[in-house]
């Protein structure tokens, strides 16, 4: 039988600053082939490349991974500032309506950072552009030196509400995980349920109550050292699973807090 077919939104690079290239980071593929146990797609993350209609059908479920590009504020209704970096408006218009697409059909999502992003401003949510000038807060920004497994190790601690979908997944409520991101939840948006936080009060992991299908997404970068970290591991079998009851024309029982 055919493995399901995850979509995963690639970014647009400049390479060399002479050649624009559409690319994902290969830890994303590594954890959906060998740990969701799917078929990874890079997807172009611009619609008039790839439309949303067309890749509804195709794949199975959607990764929406992390980029340096953040969300254009216009996008929830703020004004553009410094603070706010860089933009891709094609991936916003991509991604976006992809997500309400997918919580309106049930088809499997899974956001990673600035997927995580995506997911609350698709669903009418805010966003900050620089949490670690919040009062209270920490900097979650990656290091900006040291090795990757320095930059990706484990920093601080994720709270789950008891009994919500992550502590039923992970059979925990505490966990340990990275964290390498400049913004983060303002207001969440429709229906979107915090249902993890930071030691600082920073949102980290969400879900959209009432969704017909499987739609989690998480602050975190749980791709790096995905077949062998044990916060990893089931957030990406249960979204292999879930895009594979999509694949079967059924779907998967979606997680509720008890």
């Not at 600053?17 to 078929?39: D, L, P, T």
């Not at 996008?75 to 697409?101: K, S």
């Not at 999502?109 to 919040?134: D, K, S, Y």
Request: contains cysteine; hydrophobic residues 40%; negative net charge.
């Amino acid at each position: 039988m055919a493995r399901a077919v995850i979509g995963i939104i690639g970014n647009k690079y400049d390479l060399e600053n002479r050649y624009m290239v559409h690319a994902n980071g290969e830890m994303n593929s590594a954890a959906i082939a060998h740990v969701s146990g799917c078929v990874p797609l890079i997807v172009p993350s611009d619609p008039s490349l790839a439309r949303i209609e067309d890749l509804l059908e195709i794949c199975d479920g959607f990764l929406l991974t992390g980029g340096r590009p953040n969300v254009h504020p216009e996008e929830y209704g703020h004004a553009e500032t410094e603070a706010h970096g860089a933009f891709d408006r094609a991936r916003d218009a991509l991604c976006l309506p992809l997500v309400r697409a997918c919580v309106d059909r049930g088809q499997p999502i899974l956001g990673i950072c600035r997927g995580f992003q995506e997911v609350n401003v698709a669903m009418g949510g805010t966003l900050h552009p620089e949490i670690r000038e919040l009062p209270g807060r920490n900097n979650h920004r990656m290091p900006p030196d040291g090795t990757l497994e320095e930059q990706f190790a484990l920093r601080h601690t994720v709270t789950f509400s008891t009994g919500g979908p992550f502590h039923r997944l992970m059979g925990q409520t505490k966990v340990l995980t990275n964290t390498l991101h400049g913004q983060g939840i303002e207001q969440p948006g429709k229906r979107i349920v915090i249902d993890g936080h930071a030691d600082d009060g920073t949102p980290e992991a969400i879900y959209i109550e009432g969704a017909k299908g499987f739609a989690l997404s998480v602050q975190w970068h749980p791709e790096w050292n995905a077949a062998n970290d044990p916060v990893s591991q089931p957030l990406f079998k249960a979204f292999g699973d879930a895009s594979r009851a999509w694949a079967a024309g059924r779907m998967a029982p979606v997680l509720k807090s008890a």
